[in-house]
């Protein structure tokens, strides 16, 4: 005599599939996958990645009066 409980399985996981997997593809097509400055792989939402390029730069003299440098006491 035949086990038919395999085919159930797969029955049921192919049915469950169609609703777990639909929302998986569609969350992980809107992220970006990217890595941070220490090497460590993140996945970063595309819509937070476009609003940070967005962003207006900083000029390098803003990056300069920024930054606690022994340098620039002695320059001033």
């Known amino acids: 005599m035949e ?6 399985d797969k029955s049921r996981r192919w049915f469950l599939s169609l609703f777990a997997g639909t929302n998986k593809k569609a969350a992980d097509a809107d992220m970006v996958k990217m890595l941070t400055a220490d090497g460590k792989l993140v996945q970063v939402d595309r819509a937070v990645l476009e609003a940070a ?4 730069k900083s000029a390098n003299r803003e990056i300069y ?7 620039k006491e002695n320059n001033s």
């Open 65 to 71: 009066d920024w930054m606690q440098n022994p340098s």
């Open 3 to 8: 086990d038919n409980t395999g085919s159930k």
């Open 53 to 56: 390029s967005k962003k207006q």
